[in-house]
Structure formats: C-alpha cells, structure tokens
C-alpha cells in the first residue's frame, strides 16, 4: 500500500492540461451542475477556461461551490475561533463526518479571512471517481493509501508523516487531515494515537516535544445538525454486525453527492486553541496523551444541537431528557421512522444512526451553544 503525493505545484501548461481533463471527464457533468447550477455548461466553461493557476481556482471556484452548497443545503453555517489562525504553517487535525464538505468548508474560512489554502489528506479510495483524481492536482490533495495489514497502514503513515513534515516544517505551508482513519460511523470523535506517533517519529525522534511543536497543531471540530450521510454509516454499521462488509461500486461517489446535496440543518466549525509547547512538555511528548488532548479540545468545541441531546436521551432514558421543544422532538423522531422505512431496516439500524447523532455525549459533557 503506497501513499500517493499529488503534486499541484504545477506550471500554468500542467495546470491547463488538468482542468481540461477535469471538464472533460463524466464525474464534472454529473457534480458540475450540483456546484454552479446558475451557470449555463458555457458560461461555466469560460468561468474555468480563464483560471491560470491552483490559487485562482481556488479563490474563486471552490469557494464559489462553498458558498452554493451552504445557501442551498445548510439552514446556516457559523464559525468560531478566528484567533486560533495565524499564518504560520499548520497541522489541522480534524473530526470527520463528511467526505468532502469538512475539508472544504476550512478552506472557504481561510480563503474568506485573507490566508492561503491548506493541503487536504483524502483516501486514495476515493480515486474511484475519475474526477477527484484529477481535482487532487487543482486542490492541493494528499493521497494516503487505504486497506492492507495493519504494517501496511502503520508504513503508510510514516511516508505520510514524513510528507506532512516536509510540507509545514519545510515549504512552510499548512495541512488539513482527519484525526482518524476515514469518518466517525458511532458519532465519536477519536484521535488515531498512531498518527500523532508517526507525525512525531518523522522529526527528532529524541526531542518528541520539539517534533511536534514545530508542527503547530491545532484541532478542529465541525458539527453538522442533520448528517447528510447518516443513514449510509448506519447502513454500514449495521450490516457489518450481521458478517463482512464490502463496500458497493460507486458508494463513496454517492456519499460525496449526498455530502454536496443533502440536507444539513445548522453547521459549525470550531478552529480550536492550538496544541502549546507548554502542554506538550508536561506530556513529554507521549502521544497517546497528546491524542487525548486533540480530543479533548474537538470535544469542547463541539456545537451541540438539539438532535444529540434527543438521540441520547432515546438511547437511554435514563439520561435526562433534551431541552427541546416539541417541534424539534417530533421532527428527529419522524427522520428516525421515516429512514428505517426508506433503508428497509430496523433495530440495529436505528441504534446505529441514534449513535451517530448522540456521538461523543458519551465521552464527555458538553453545552449546548
């Protein structure tokens, strides 16, 4: 299992060249008109035509798709923490819930706030959809190798970690990667200690304070009211309890679709506190703490929406009951009944998507904001 580095530095004729396969391919007809539907397929063209380089597109495509999929599929999106953002280099480490959009809404902040995009970690699993392997060169996307043996992923998180290094400490620009090994399907949000070990083996393997340190480590927490993918991870969940799960051809394009085009309710993003040398030092660099610590900071910032308190309170009535309104109770309860009729599934199906939205309420006490 090799980690794969898209470069996107590339020069302006490379940089063409990519966007022309990029509107020629079936995946942008299909997305294209998801992202700019105000826009005839020639006006797009010309739009795309006219960029010059990775920055451009960015700036103003990307974006632009950002602040569509917010207006027409978000009832709001806020965010907090714009004193946790500096311009120097950056590790953000992240909670993962949807494939495309956690990412995405990061740079959208960023590029609102005057800085420069991040580097973005994404599965080479999802390369099955032609067009993201050819967005990864216009996005500035890393593609760390999934599957194999746990030596494999453990070996294929070293190369990342070393890029990652390479990349903040050296090219002195930032990076955005999920805390984990692909989305959260239980609703909890845990750091991999593996990959705080290898972020900081791949600097001085003496100094673990300093290693990470020079990473500038700061978390991020983004929470979701409706999870537009919930039922495909209850799906999943609930299906690998019954044998082996594998996933369908095409599913991970159709989570990417239901991310874009999915209901969201409210959404927020945390940019948390980064990790301080002073805290790294009473750890002495010991990552299972320093992963514990990222967790603690996503699960503080967490926002909190009426629907986590209900399903928890459904999960267990012993827990009190949310302080929602009945509106609010009688509409989660009818997306619960009307997912099960529409997946054809029942018990396990429903105490896995209950668990997607009670989430980290179960590690730790949170207020609703």
């Known amino acids: 299992m090799d980690t794969e580095v898209e470069n996107y530095n590339i020069g302006r004729q490379d940089f063409k ?57 978000t009832k709001g ?18 909670n993962h819930r949807d494939i495309i959009l956690d990412s995405m809404l990061l740079q959208y902040i960023l590029v609102s706030e005057g800085h420069e995009t991040t580097n973005i970690v994404i599965g080479t699993n999802l390369y099955e959809m032609p067009m993201l392997t050819i967005l990864a060169s216009l996005n500035k996307m890393i593609g760390i190798g999934r599957g194999g043996n746990k030596r494999q992923y453990y070996d294929s998180l070293m190369v990342l970690s070393q890029q990652l290094r390479h990349i903040v400490a050296e090219r002195n620009e930032s990076v955005w990667i999920a805390q984990r090994n692909g989305r959260t399907k239980d609703g909890i ?17 003496k100094n673990p304070v300093e290693s990470l340190a020079e990473m500038n480590i ?50 927020h993003l945390s940019i948390c506190k980064p990790l301080g040398r002073e805290e790294l030092e009473a750890m002495n660099g010991d990552f299972h703490k320093v992963a514990q610590l990222i967790d603690q900071r996503i699960a503080e910032a967490y926002r909190l929406w009426p629907n986590n308190l209900i399903a928890r309170h459904m999960l267990d ?19 619960v009944d009307q997912a099960c009729k529409e997946m054809g599934m ?4 429903r105490s896995w998507l209950l668990r997607i939205y009670a989430g980290n309420m179960g590690d730790t006490t949170q207020q609703e904001q």
């Not at 949000?189 to 393997?205: C, F, H, N, Q, W």
């Not at 929470?223 to 039922?231: F, H, K, L, Q």
């Not at 369908?248 to 239901?258: K, P």
């Not at 029942?346 to 199906?349: H, L, P, R, W």
């Open 317 to 335: 009535a012993d827990c009190p009951k949310a302080p929602a309104t009945d509106e609010e109770q009688k509409a989660f309860a009818d997306h």
């Open 77 to 94: 999106f806020s965010w907090s923490g714009k004193e946790n953002i500096s311009d120097r280099p950056t590790l953000y480490i992240s």
């Open 189 to 205: 949000d845990r750091t991999e200690p593996a990959l705080v070990k290898m972020i900081s083996y791949s600097g001085d393997r």
């Open 17 to 73: 060249r990519n966007l022309a396969k990029l509107m020629a391919s079936e995946s942008y007809a299909q997305i294209a008109p998801l992202l700019f539907p105000e826009l005839s397929k020639d006006e797009l063209e010309r739009l795309f035509l006219g960029f010059e380089n990775v920055g451009q597109f960015q700036s103003v495509a990307m974006k632009r798709a950002c602040e569509y999929i917010i207006q027409s599929s």
């Open 218 to 267: 700061v978390p991020i927490s983004i929470s979701y009211e409706w999870e537009p993918c919930a039922w495909m991870k209850a799906r999943e969940m609930a299906l690998r309890e019954q044998g082996p799960y594998t996933k369908e051809a095409g599913e991970d394009t159709r989570s990417i679709i239901s991310g874009i085009t999915g209901q969201k309710g409210r959404v």
């Open 346 to 349: 029942g018990g396990e199906f």
